[in-house]
């Protein structure tokens, strides 16, 4: 604590009031002097004590308490910062600043970590904040630790006034001879239609290698973790890609360059895209044969569904067979077998057959294309009634090598109401249907059949024969029931059923809807945490081990744990960088894919240190810049006055400013002129300059 007196004026009359009385006291003091007026003197002496009366002076006495020099250090801790050797770099360089800064016994560090924020690095914007809130005058300078790929340096000159006077250096994390590459997606649609193709342009950096050496790379791409291809790539241009979309949701799209020798890092060797696809109808061929009464159920059922397409043919007779009516009375149309199942079969999503039977009109090899159409990605659903066991039954054809059921003979007529199986309970077509405490209805009708060694029974009916049956055939799906009475649970008979909620989860079943397939891996974010679940229907282990790839293709290993009793497993991880991390099941080949960041980072798509953009700022403000990887322990830090003006730096060494600042803890005020005293000295004045001017008259009698 320290004592100081200072004179302070603290005028009884505003200044301007004195100003004025004091010309017109001295004009007539000057007219005085010119006509040698008795007393001119001590007159004069009374006004200015008048003056100096008015004017209060007095002695202030303020205890200081000196303030010690505030320093910022603000860390960069972005992603680019966890590349290669920075987090040492890192580390080091604050470990050498704190202890600099703790043996200078009159500065105060206060220290400032930056994180990413909207995946870029805002340095400058949370530096200027901190800085608003420390004292003005005790300010004494700003320390950056970066590797300078700063998204939101401002250009010079500064226009903030408080930055200007202090001075910002900058320490570099990084090395001038870093190397790096970096994959750009510049054009990529977000949306497209199931079945369309895209194209996506690509563009590849390289930072820090000379002209020639890295004239065309290797680019590998990837289309949901499937090798697509290998492509050469020049340096700096752009390259058009093309991509069909095989499926309705996220298609993940990758495109990689091999690390090259010397790369600071392989984090932003790979881009990615993620494109959803849509369907824009499903086309629904639907085949009806003998007229029953769930034939309109069905054709409601896919009517009422907007984004449905429906072409429906109702076979009444076969064309062999005779019909005495005149040809100009028919209004019935020959059913064009050609077209749709040898040119347009392709051009369906899904072929319903309900009660079909032979009529002779769908041909051997007809029925052989229906089975090469699902073997390639289609989907069949077939509804069935009692035909299915006759000699008529599409089992006999060439589709019966993809058919879930082979049929016994016969059908039970009797009254059931259909149940889930075990499997059936966990599977994501038939759990949760409805509410356990809701009866169904029941059936009458149930065909015999045993299933093949592939197929999963979801439901069965009377005897507990198979009622809803699915099966895989290579790339397409099957769905059977085993009855054509579903129709019921639409009338109410009974209570009903979830009709309309089965048939839409199977029909989304057949078109490999993600959210119904039996093993899921799914991937939900949260910043930096990863959350991984996996499903799978049963006989799940306690724990199972999946591999992880980092944006940088590093494998690491991930253990899911069991959630539930059956179907759940999860296992969380965090990260620490942006990009795209991938996750593959060994067991059912399932893929999933989690994003960290935006698609497009800033963050990492430039990663070399770099003085490029806050050198011209931090010369500005007389600031000097240390690349620590070269300078290590050998720069110095002062604190001190004296520097040349804008010029805190040297050499090997980077200084703050000595603001000697101070705040003021007490205040005393003493007036030098006692009011009371100052008239009677003003009267004694005043007293002897009638004395003057009496004596002087006397002596002219």
Same mark, same amino acid.
Do not use: C
């Given at each position: 604590?320290?004592?100081?007196? =200072? ?42 004590? $008048? ?14 308490? @000196? ?18 050797? +920075? ?25 400032? =970590? ?26 004494? &300078? ?10 939101? !340096? ?51 950096? !390289? ?5 020639? /050496? ?56 790979? @881009? ?64 064009? =077998?050609?077209?749709?199942? /040898? ?77 889930? =199986? ?19 209805? +029941? ?11 592939? *197929? ?67 991937? *939900? ?53 942006? &990009?795209?991390?991938?996750?593959? #099941? ?13 698609? #497009? ?27 620590? +990887?070269?300078?290590? /322990? ?29 705040? $003021? ?12 005293? @100052? ?18 008259? +006397?002596? /002219?009698?």
């Amino acid at each position: 604590m320290q004592q100081y007196m =200072t004179l302070n004026f603290v005028p009884l009359l505003p200044w301007q009031a004195l100003a004025v009385l004091g010309m017109l006291a001295f004009v007539l003091f000057v007219l005085a002097l010119l006509r040698r007026a008795r007393g001119t003197w001590w007159r004069g002496l009374a006004l200015a004590l $008048v003056f100096l009366v008015l004017s209060n002076p007095s002695v202030m006495q303020e205890q200081r308490e @000196a303030i010690k020099d505030t320093v910022l250090i603000v860390t960069d801790n972005t992603p680019s910062e966890k590349v290669g050797q +920075r987090p040492a770099l890192v580390a080091g360089a604050m470990d050498n600043i704190r202890k600099q800064l703790e043996a200078l016994p009159d500065v105060e560090p206060v220290y400032l =970590t930056v994180e990413a924020q909207e995946d870029e690095t805002r340095l400058w914007s949370a530096m200027r904040e901190a800085v608003l809130e420390q004292e003005e005058n005790a300010l004494a &300078g700003v320390i950056l630790v970066t590797d300078g790929q700063v998204h939101d !340096a401002p250009a010079a000159p500064l226009e903030d006034e408080r930055l200007k006077n202090i001075p910002i250096h900058t320490v570099y994390t990084g090395g001038k001879d870093e190397k790096d590459i970096s994959v750009i997606v510049t054009q990529a649609p977000r949306y497209a239609l199931t079945g369309d193709t895209v194209t996506v342009t690509v563009r590849i950096d !390289a930072q820090g290698y000379p002209k020639g /050496q890295t004239e065309k790379l290797r680019l590998d791409v990837m289309q949901d973790g499937d090798p697509v291809g290998v492509f050469p790539v020049v340096i700096g241009e752009e390259r058009k890609l093309s991509f069909k979309m095989e499926h309705a949701g996220d298609t993940v799209l990758s495109f990689t360059v091999p690390r090259l020798e010397g790369e600071l890092t392989a984090a932003n060797n790979t @881009a990615f895209s993620i494109i959803r696809a849509v369907r824009d109808r499903l086309r629904v061929l639907l085949v009806s044969g003998k007229p029953h009464a769930g034939e309109r159920t069905w054709r409601n059922l896919l009517n009422s569904d907007p984004a449905v397409d429906l072409v429906h043919f109702t076979i009444l007779r076969s064309p062999q067979a005779l019909d005495p009516t005149p040809s100009h009375e028919l209004s019935l149309i020959a059913f064009p =077998t050609h077209e749709l199942f /040898q040119r347009k079969i392709k051009n369906f999503d899904l072929i319903v057959f309900d009660r079909y039977h032979l009529q002779g009109i769908l041909q051997g090899f007809y029925m052989r294309n229906i089975r090469e159409y699902v073997k390639n990605g289609g989907a069949l659903l077939m509804a069935s009634g009692d035909e299915y066991g006759g000699e008529s039954s599409l089992y006999q054809t060439g589709v019966r090598d993809i058919l879930p059921a082979r049929p016994l003979g016969g059908t039970i007529e009797n009254g059931f109401i259909p149940e889930k =199986t075990e499997l059936g309970d966990v599977h994501p077509v038939t759990e949760r249907l409805t509410d356990k405490q809701q009866a169904w209805g +029941r059936w009458f009708r149930q065909v015999k059949a045993e299933v093949a060694p592939t *197929s999963r029974v979801l439901m069965t009916g009377a005897e507990k024969y198979p009622l809803l049956v699915l099966d895989k055939a290579e790339k397409g799906r099957v769905a059977w029931l085993a009855s054509d009475h579903t129709w019921l649970w639409a009338r109410g008979l009974e209570h009903g059923g979830p009709q309309k909620e089965l048939l839409r989860r199977l029909v989304h079943w057949l078109m490999k809807e993600p959210e119904l397939e039996e093993n899921r891996l799914v991937v *939900s974010v949260n910043g930096f945490d990863l959350t991984v679940r996996r499903r799978a229907l049963l006989d799940v282990d306690e724990n199972i081990d999946i591999a992880m790839f980092t944006p940088e293709q590093e494998q690491k290993t991930l253990t899911l744990r069991r959630e539930d009793m059956r179907r759940w497993q999860r296992g969380d991880v965090s990260v620490d960088q942006y &990009g795209l991390y991938r996750f593959e #099941d060994p067991t059912s080949g399932q893929k999933a894919f989690a994003v960290v960041g935006r698609i #497009d980072v800033p963050e990492m798509q430039q990663v070399i240190a770099t003085n490029e953009k806050l050198a011209p700022l931090t010369a500005e403000t007389g600031g000097g810049e240390v690349w620590y +990887r070269e300078a290590g /322990q050998g720069f110095e830090l002062r604190h001190g006055a004296g520097f040349a003006k804008l010029k805190y730096y040297g050499d090997d060494w980077i200084a703050v400013k000595k603001n000697e600042a101070y705040r $003021v803890t007490g205040l005393k005020s003493f007036p030098l002129l006692p009011p009371l005293g @100052a008239m009677l000295v003003i009267a004694l004045v005043m007293m002897m300059a009638w004395y003057r001017e009496g004596r002087s008259g +006397r002596r /002219q009698s």
